[in-house]
Nanobody, 128 residues
Framework: QVQLVESGGGSVQAGGSLRLSCGAS?????MGWFRQAPGNEREGVAG???????FYARSIQGRFTISKDNAKNTLHLQMNSLKPEDTAMYYC?????????????????????????WGQGILVTVSS
């Protein structure tokens, strides 16, 4: 059983930065960050595999950076140039296999069902 605990959320003005962290207990392989705004579905923001390959959602490319400290088994999400539309609950997720992405007419995304373990979520609020 893997437990995930997020930290680092909070409130910031548009254009500001926040760094989310996710401490993991137990072995993890692929890991990712998802977010869910009120009334919206949970969407994959970024994912990272054990071989270092990374996926970013189009909406955050160039602004967010995902990284993992393997020695501390901690996942990070550096969020820069934040926008009000980035306001959401952010969730850390971990899976037992390699990172998978899927693509359709709307673009490529991280399927939620590849991740077995989820954190409780942490709120990020960006004001204009």
């Amino acid at each position: 059983q893997v437990q995930l605990v997020e930290s680092g959320g909070g409130s910031v003005q548009a254009g500001g930065s926040l760094r989310l962290s996710c401490g993991a207990s137990g072995d993890t392989y692929s890991m990712g960050w998802f977010r869910q705004a009120p009334g919206n579905e949970r969407e994959g923001v970024a994912g990272i595999d054990t071989d270092g390959s990374i996926f970013y959602a189009r909406s955050i490319q160039g602004r967010f950076t995902i990284s993992k400290d393997n020695a501390k088994n901690t996942l990070h999400l550096q969020m820069n140039s934040l926008k009000p539309e980035d306001t959401a609950m952010y969730y850390c997720a971990a899976g037992g296999g390699h990172l998978m992405t899927a693509c359709n007419g709307g673009g490529c995304y991280l399927p939620r069902n590849q991740f077995e373990y989820w954190g409780q979520g942490i709120l990020v609020t960006v004001s204009s």
